[in-house]
């Protein structure tokens, strides 16, 4: 069974930096994809960011230059780093991965999420 995870949310000052990572698990042929997504309380998931397997990345407007997604593909890992955050950054960041379990059919996985504050 395929298992996506996020770690490294936590609390920080505003300019202040994290990284988040995404460590997928399980049977796994391939990973697609794998992209960033937040979500404050009462509102829809924001799409942040997505890293291809080729190598492409491509960001939201609200958080080009100053997050960069990147991906280690021998450790099946994604990273988020967030710099010069501030309170608007401040959401629940899920990890999302497009992933083939046997070659041919790809799914979408969805982490359980991280929490972001940005506070001073």
């Known amino acids: 069974q395929v298992k996506v995870v996020e770690s490294g949310g936590g609390t920080v000052q505003p300019g202040g930096s994290l990284r988040l990572s995404c460590v997928a698990s399980?049977?796994?042929?391939?990973?697609?994809?794998m992209g960033w997504y937040r979500q404050a309380p009462g509102m829809q998931r924001e799409w942040v960011a997505v890293?291809?397997?080729?190598?492409?990345?491509n960001y939201g407007v609200s958080v080009k230059g100053r997050l960069t997604i990147s991906r280690d593909n021998a450790r099946n890992t994604g990273y988020l780093q967030m710099n010069s955050l501030n309170p608007g950054d401040t959401d629940v960041y899920y990890c999302?991965?497009?992933?083939?379990?046997?070659?041919?059919?790809?799914?979408?996985?969805w982490g359980q999420g991280t929490q972001v504050a940005v506070s001073s």
């Open positions: 999302y991965g497009v992933i083939a379990g046997d070659g041919t059919t790809e799914v979408g996985y």
């Open positions: 399980g049977s796994m042929f391939s990973i697609n994809s």
């Open positions: 890293a291809s397997n080729g190598g492409r990345t």
